[in-house]
């Protein structure tokens, strides 16, 4: 790990001091759990909105997919 200093607002670190005495967990923990959280939802969400943007714009030039999409999909998977 790298050693790094922050600093808290006085109300953030009573409400994290308060936290990490019920949990049974450090300061430190509970502050790398919530950054790793918050990181992992910012990555998905990009992913997602990567998807998103690719919606419609690709045709599989089939005419009845929307109606027989097992079938196709049958034949690939």
């Known amino acids: ?4 200093q922050i600093q808290f607002r ?3 670190y009573k409400k994290l ?6 949990s ?12 790793d959280q ?6 998905m969400e ?3 909105a990567r998807a998103l943007q690719s919606a ?3 045709e599989s030039g ?7 999409h097992d079938e196709h999909l049958g034949d690939r998977w």
Do not use: H, P, Y
């Open 17 to 22: 001091k308060e936290r990490a005495k019920d």
């Open 62 to 68: 089939l005419k009845n997919l929307a109606e027989n």
């Open 24 to 35: 049974g967990k450090s300061i430190s923990e509970l502050v790398r759990g919530s950054l």
């Open 56 to 58: 419609g714009k690709f």
């Open 10 to 12: 006085e109300a953030t």
């Open 46 to 48: 990009k992913k997602w």
């Open 38 to 43: 918050t990181l992992d939802q910012a990555e």
């Open 1 to 4: 790990m790298i050693r790094a």
